[in-house]
């Protein structure tokens, strides 16, 4: 990239660091739980409302299942992160459930994996972006009347952010997030305190509202339905819980122990601050309603078009805090600010998972390589650009994007903990050591346990989501499944045909003869260039070849080529429909029928300019010939550049461009060694 445009660059995302500095940029513990467990977290702003929302199809009589629902994600939370604690001691590369299920269940089970944390990974951007931008468009009305512009804004500025590299999103991430864990923390107490001691009656702003049941009486099969439909809603909870095990390299030494703590945390956070809101909605009389403007009534009026239904975390805020007070205002602030920061769980998984599956050949090589701060910016730009197109298609609308979610993270959970129960199998037919044998056999219960679970609550999801949406995230799957299977395809293709062979090849024999072509459309000075150097190529034969477009033109050249005397012979060939491209490209094959050991160099002289726009002006029958002479095997294309005053002054430029100094990228005193941070105790 030119330094003008470097300037800009390193402006929005620092300077380049060295590969050598990459152990700087680990993580330690209270800098990994916001980066890999903000969204868990951030889960807590709408998976309660989610379950409200389904169960108000039954009317406020179905309310007093939420706590069971709730009880059934605390059981299903504490055992997928069981599990995963498992995973990372297990497989601590990085591979996460990618890496598990390849190893154990084979390569179309780990694509299959693969596929769902991709899709699983650009809806988290999604889903968390649209939530916190409804979120703040409660307080700020304009948000809300441009959610998708809104929305896209957010997802750019976080993208320039994690284009800064992990460490450092991750410490301007760190202050929200444990401000919006504090102040749920704060709540509950504060809230259990009014309730159980003061006696304090706490009503939510929708309480005195009512819910026009979609189906009243609800019984037998249909209850079972909605129910399950409600705990599949709830379940949002748990995304994000894998990008722990897929971030294990990310962390500091030792790696593993660090990655499993950060688990347990964020599993002891989320259910806390899941099952706290929950009570706290039933005990302030919460109410939420699919479609607000008809089902919720007040003194049996519906609320109307012009009703917007705030999130249940915001009401409870109200009920609690009062509304418009310090803690209120500082709560609603951090939970839209955690929930645009929830998408940099996203940001760091699906980057790294990108970097290992173009490792695999599974994706282009772009995506392996790390950018100019040690991040993968190949990967984050893709989950930009591909949440950005979801944002764009939905609205920025959370309700219908969370119909979509959930149904990848599963797949990837119940795979994942299938393939580490062949994991302990495998490794307890050969341990004899029968304290390591104990220890394997309890852990290969808790993964058991984990795929029997996940399993059921994935066919719960694909059952009630189904129609609602689900199967798009399925579509999204099989696309990248066919897409990344494709690409390895390629891979392996262009690998097996370009292997170098253990004996004699036609590619090792030399051309008997090199026949040099230089292109010839006038006699000026990059002409002449392109001949002197093609003389010195010492071809065995050389012939200049120009085509007869214009016959004057033609008869002009011929005359100055002979006046001038120039020792190669000039080749002219007829083009009777104006055509430059076609006649030399049969005359090049041509040569090569008559002798295809001979190897064939065409010279072409080509101009150098300094601006862009020049480009277009000059060089396009050159830049057309090239592209056509590269599928004729057998062909060398080399072109002698003339440099025009034009690209001197551009050198020029380019010059004191790099003589120039940015601000902060000269450094004085003396050189002070860097101090060597702890890597255990962190």
């Not at 044998?437 to 290969?444: A, L």
């Not at 429909?577 to 064939?600: C, F, H, M, N, Q």
């Amino acid at each position: 990239m030119s330094k003008l445009t470097d300037v800009p660059k390193r402006i929005l995302i620092g300077r380049a660091l060295r590969s050598d500095r990459l152990g700087e940029t680990l993580l330690p513990k209270r800098i990994a739980l916001p980066v890999f467990a903000s969204d868990p977290l951030s889960s807590v702003a709408y998976a309660p409302g989610e379950v409200l929302l389904v169960l108000s199809i039954a009317g406020v009589s179905a309310y007093h299942f939420s706590p069971w629902i709730a009880v059934a994600v605390v059981v299903l939370m504490f055992t997928v992160v069981a599990s995963y604690r498992q995973n990372v001691h297990a497989y601590p590369s990085g591979g996460g459930d990618y890496e598990v299920a390849t190893t154990n269940l084979g390569p179309k089970a780990g694509l299959t994996v693969a596929s769902a944390l991709l899709v699983d990974y650009v809806l988290t951007v999604a889903v968390s972006i649209s939530s916190g931008i409804e979120n703040l468009g409660s307080a700020i009305p304009f948000v809300v009347e441009h959610k998708v512009f809104c929305a896209a804004a957010v997802i750019v500025l976080l993208t320039l952010m994690n284009l800064r590299g992990v460490k450092e999103s991750g410490k301007l991430f760190a202050i929200p997030t444990y401000v919006f864990v504090g102040g749920v923390f704060i709540m509950i107490a504060w809230g259990a305190f009014r309730g159980l001691v003061l006696g304090d009656t706490m009503r939510a702003p929708t309480a005195a509202y009512h819910i026009k049941a979609e189906h009243q009486g609800l019984a037998g099969f249909a209850l079972v339905f909605l129910l399950l439909r409600a705990f599949s809603s709830g379940c949002a909870a748990l995304t994000g819980v894998e990008a722990i095990s897929n971030g294990v390299p990310a962390f500091r030494k030792p790696k593993s122990k660090n990655a499993a703590t950060t688990l347990a945390m964020m599993g002891l956070l989320a259910v806390t601050m899941f099952c706290g809101i929950i009570a706290l909605a039933m005990t302030t009389k919460v109410r939420m309603a699919e479609r607000p403007a008809t089902d919720l009534l007040h003194n049996g009026v519906p609320l109307g078009p012009g009703y917007v239904q705030n999130p249940v975390i915001s009401q409870v805020a109200e009920a609690v805090f009062g509304k418009g007070s310090f803690l209120f205002v500082l709560l609603a602030a951090a939970t839209a600010l955690v929930l645009f920061l929830a998408a940099n769980t996203a940001y760091n998984g699906f980057p790294l998972l990108g970097s290992i599956l173009a490792q695999d050949r599974y994706l282009p090589r772009q995506l392996h390589t790390r950018g100019d701060r040690l991040a993968f910016s190949n990967g984050i730009v893709l989950l930009a650009g591909t949440a950005m197109l979801l944002v764009f298609i939905y609205g920025a609308d959370s309700t219908r994007l969370i119909q979509l979610y959930i149904v990848g993270v599963f797949v990837s959970f119940t795979l994942s903990q299938t393939g580490m129960v062949r994991h302990w199998n495998r490794h307890l037919r050969v341990e004899k050591d029968p304290a390591k044998r104990s220890h394997m056999v309890r852990s290969r219960a808790i993964n058991a346990f984990g795929a029997f679970f996940t399993g059921l609550v994935l066919v719960v999801v694909l059952v009630t989501k189904f129609t609602h949406g689900a199967w798009v995230a399925l579509l999204g799957m099989c696309i990248f499944y066919a897409t990344m299977t494709a690409i390895r395809k390629h891979y392996d293709r262009v690998a097996e045909e370009i292997a170098a062979p253990e004996g004699p090849a036609d590619d090792m024999v030399r051309p008997s003869r090199v026949h040099s072509l230089v292109l010839i459309s006038k006699i000026h000075r990059p002409t002449l260039r392109a001949l002197a150097y093609a003389k010195l190529m010492r071809s065995d034969t050389l012939e200049a070849l120009t085509v007869n477009v214009d016959p004057a033109e033609t008869k002009a050249l011929r005359e100055e080529w002979e006046r001038r005397g120039i020792d190669v012979p000039l080749k002219v060939l007829d083009s009777p429909y104006r055509e430059i491209t076609r006649p030399i490209i049969e005359y090049v094959k041509g040569l090569r029928k008559e002798s295809p050991r001979d190897a064939v160099s065409v010279i072409i002289p080509e101009y150098v300019v300094g601006h862009w726009y020049e480009h277009l002006l000059h060089n396009q029958s050159a830049l057309r010939l090239k592209g056509r002479l590269l599928f004729t095997p057998g062909v060398m294309v080399t072109s002698v550049p003339y440099q025009l005053q034009s690209s001197e002054a551009a050198k020029l430029r380019a010059r004191r461009r790099q003589e120039w100094n940015a601000p902060g990228a000269v450094r004085r005193g003396p050189a002070v060694e860097r101090p060597k941070e702890p890597s255990a105790k962190d």
